[in-house]
């Protein structure tokens, strides 16, 4: 072999080496895979197993299952100023209901905010509910 081709042929072999080494991805360790995320829990409409406080999921079961018996899921899709003071007759009608079904431990604060809490699962539903309260866990 001559000179000529032998430089020719080391020249090649130097960029091949030098292309090889500057060539990182070699060295990369491979990343674990991400942990698998938690599948969400079944949503069981009127059961609220997502929420942890006892208190709250009661009040919320039995707003529910009064405003379904009661069929006034459209009258809470309404605004509605304060329900706490509210004279409209089905706020009543409601309100009855759900001392019928055993939970008669409403203060006038806590009454509004659950019928809020129903206010909004009328309107959004309780997928869209579930889901601001998980993420506030």
Not at 69 to 86: A, I, L, P, Y
Not at 127 to 134: D, H, I, M, R, W
């Amino acid at each position: 072999m001559n000179k000529k081709k032998l430089k020719s042929c080391l020249s090649v072999i130097l960029i091949l080496l030098f292309e090889k080494m500057s060539d990182q991805t070699q060295f990369d360790l491979p990343l674990p895979s991400p942990p698998p995320l938690p599948l969400p829990p079944t949503l069981v409409l009127g059961k609220f197993d997502y929420i942890k406080d006892i208190s709250y999921k009661n009040r919320l079961v039995n707003a529910f299952q009064a405003i379904t018996q009661t069929e006034t899921w459209g009258f809470m899709k309404k605004d509605c100023d304060s329900f706490m003071f509210s004279k409209d007759p089905l706020i009543s009608v409601i309100s009855d209901k759900m001392i019928a079904l055993g939970y008669g431990l409403h203060s006038g604060s806590s009454f509004g905010c659950t019928m809020r809490d129903m206010q909004y699962i009328a309107k959004n539903g309780e997928e869209a509910f579930s889901a601001t309260k998980v993420k506030n866990i």
